[in-house]
């Protein structure tokens, strides 16, 4: 029988998962060369809670991670952390719920692509302000990121899904 892990415990990981995060989203928010890396080691890191079953401390670390970067960037480039809010940051406690859960996982992952478009799309028309000087790609962006996002999304749902599992073998061996 596996011994239930300390609230402590819980608080720790949660505070470790926070903290680097938030380096690294604040890092991303400062130097657009790592933002797309900010946002996909913030989203490694909010999967340390979730690996003990943590989704108090991940949602807590989920804000306060975001919140810690726009205080450090200075609110100046809080705009560039909008990917984060809308989609990396909730996507790795989407995936755990599924797997807690038993979703189905066409309907979830038709639903997640949806979401992951969507998210690009306001990056896009938001974060990114982008005018290419490529007529073609401005005016049919909606056709490319619906087939071009569902497509990258299908390979990154399921890497993430096993990067989850790479950090669950990782924390199991905390012994906690």
Known sequence: ???????????????????IATVFLSLGSLNPVLLATGYIVGCFALMLP?????????????????????????????????????????????NFLQKKYGWNKIVCFLVKAVWFDAAMYLCWRFVFDMNVAVDWINEYIIPVIIVGGTLFFAVYDYMIFMCQRSVDVVVRRIGR
Request: net charge positive; hydrophobic share 60%.
């Open 1 to 19: 029988m596996e011994k239930k892990p300390s609230k402590a415990f819980e608080i720790a990981l949660s505070a470790v998962s926070c903290a």
């Open 50 to 94: 979730l690996s003990k079953g943590f989704i108090l401390g991940d949602v807590l670390c989920y804000i306060a991670s975001g919140l810690l970067a726009c205080i450090f960037c200075g609110f100046a480039f809080a705009w560039r952390l909008l990917p984060f809010f809308v989609f990396f940051g909730l996507h790795p406690l989407v």
